[in-house]
């Protein structure tokens, strides 16, 4: 039993309903906001997504600037840029929709605009200083959380993913609109389910702050997105099934803001920067790994989440659930048609040992598996995954 008590932080106002980015203009009333700067991704804005928001916004505002040069594991570089855009108009609210990418560029560009600090001086957990302007991220993926989470991943030049973890970073306002999700194709709505269940499953067995209000959430959110997975697969139209999903990450996302996650993670990270998988695609690949090599240290570590979203298995011992629940997320991602080895998926052989070396630094993140992870285990979990 955890009686240690907890701290629980989250966004002050979430607006989660079809329709929700139509509101936008009302929101930004909130904080008189006259320049606007909305931070997206090219695919997003050629999809005509934000066309009727900007719209809206144009008529209701003195200026409505588009950055929509994010690419995918924002590199340095075009964090750097977009801060450049928001100071050169004097914007003074920026707006995030799209997916991970564009929300963490977003988060990011409304700390740096009036920081005298660098981006360098940041990366790290809570090293950033002084207020940032007003924020508001709408999300087209379900997805990472990361409307709701103090976090945003940049890759650096030197090729290395690099969190900088801060309370800043949570925005005033998360819109989630299933709307925006329904063009997301069934490759990107896969991987990026997957990725949310990995921060359900891993915030609920975060060796560091795990904490009553994480797992009731991680529970929650674990339902809702191995039961709507398959039918937003089987149909990506379906809205009650796509707004499902996105209560599903943003409650898995709430979840781990609070219970940070662990070695699929940090495993999947060397992946991302090296060879650009996609984030949910990289944690698909180490999930039933890493899971397996938990479940061998600790045999009833995943009994609660089977309990959860296996009732079939009520009446079996604690040790058989939890590793029915690890066979349950190997046959998720297959059959959500990710790719299941390394191999299959242009990483050589060669790269194992030094992707070993180099998840060996994601310390803000290793730190909080269950259990300890070694450059050799690093190594043979890669070797398995391969
Ligand atoms: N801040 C956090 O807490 C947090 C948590 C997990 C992951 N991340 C980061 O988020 C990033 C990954 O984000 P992501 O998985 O959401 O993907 P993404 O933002 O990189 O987008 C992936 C692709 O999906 C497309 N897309 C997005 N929404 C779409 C829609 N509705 N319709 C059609 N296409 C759409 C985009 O154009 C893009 O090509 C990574 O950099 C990862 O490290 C951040
Ligand atoms: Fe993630």
Redesign the pocket.
Known sequence: MQNKGFTFETVRRIECHPGAIMNLACVLQGFSCRRLLIVT????EK?G?IEAPRKALAEALDLVVVFSK?????PEQMVLEAVDLARREAVDTIVGI???????TA?LVALLARSPQKLDDIYGIGLAKGPRLPLVLA???A????E????????TRAGE?K?VVAPQ?LPDVALLDPN??????PG?TA??GI?AMV?AIEAFTSKHLKNPMSDALAIQALRLLSENLPKVLADGSNLAARQAMLQGSLMA?MS??NSP?GAV?ALA?PL?ATFHL???VCNALMLPHVLAFNNEDNPELYAPLAEAILPDLKGQSRAEMSRAFVREMQRLGAEAGLPVRLRDSNVPESALSSMAADAMKVERLLRNNPRVVTLDDALNLYRQAW
């Open positions: 991704d090219p695919g997003i999809s997504l994010v690419q995918a594991d924002p799209g997916g991970g990418s564009s929300l963490d988060k999300p087209t993926t997805g990472t959380g990361s709701v989470t103090p976090i945003a991943i940049v890759t993913k969190g970073l925006l999700t329904l063009s997301l194709p990107v991987a990026t990725d921060h996302g781990f803001a996650t993670h990270y991302g996609p984030h949910g």
